[in-house]
């Protein structure tokens, strides 16, 4: 059950000189860190890979932002010049771009016991406003898509964090080089020896 996860650190966390306190939270746990890089931005063709979203998500991401809309009596035409769920959900995808490529960006890689799942429930969900008590987005953040659609950008939630162990595989590579990531071992692996 040893796996990696991808973690970036994302803009607002660098900015805000929260990453010690951040990485603190998986460290805690014993995960550990076997890769760590630390960019002005995501490389255009990078953000475009690691943040490929499907029709499904579009749509997804689209209905909530009309939903929002409709709540806060705000015309989708005058935010996103459409009232096409799909084409709004595209436009957003477009604001994920350009939210890691501003930069700057702490990449990590973490390795350990069911290093994915336990990354996200520390991460929480997606949005910090709702995001629970004790989480990192739940903790450091209040961004939501009702503030994030009034900015015109993507929701700002401080830390990306694989969701599978195959999109882990796949966001590894594309961060990182092979010989970028280390092997070492940390006290916690002799202790749950016995
Ligand atoms: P997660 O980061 O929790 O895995 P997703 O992969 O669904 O969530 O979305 C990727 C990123 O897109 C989120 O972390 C957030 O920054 C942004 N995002 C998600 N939904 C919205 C939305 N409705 N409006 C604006 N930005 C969004
Ligand atoms: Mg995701």
Known sequence: MVQK????????????????????????TGLKIIGAKLLNAADPEVSHKHYYKDEEWHKKVGELNLKDCA?????PMDIFGTKDAVEIGRI??????????????????????HAVEKIRSLVGPTYPVTA????IRGDYGLDSTVTSLQRKRAVYNLIHASG???EAEYEIGL??????????????????QY
């Open 5 to 28: 996860s991808l973690v970036l650190l994302k803009p607002d966390a660098v900015r805000r000189g929260i990453t010690g306190e951040v990485l603190d939270r998986f460290e805690q």
């Open 71 to 75: 709540d806060l009596e705000l015309d």
């Open 92 to 113: 957003v995808n477009e604001w994920l771009f350009a939210y890691v490529e501003k930069g700057p960006i702490f990449a990590f890689v973490f390795e350990g016991p």
């Open 132 to 135: 629970p008590p004790g989480t």
């Open 164 to 166: 599978t162990p195959e």
């Open 175 to 192: 961060w990182f080089k092979p010989e970028e990531l280390i092997s070492y071992r940390r006290p916690e692996e002799d202790v749950y």
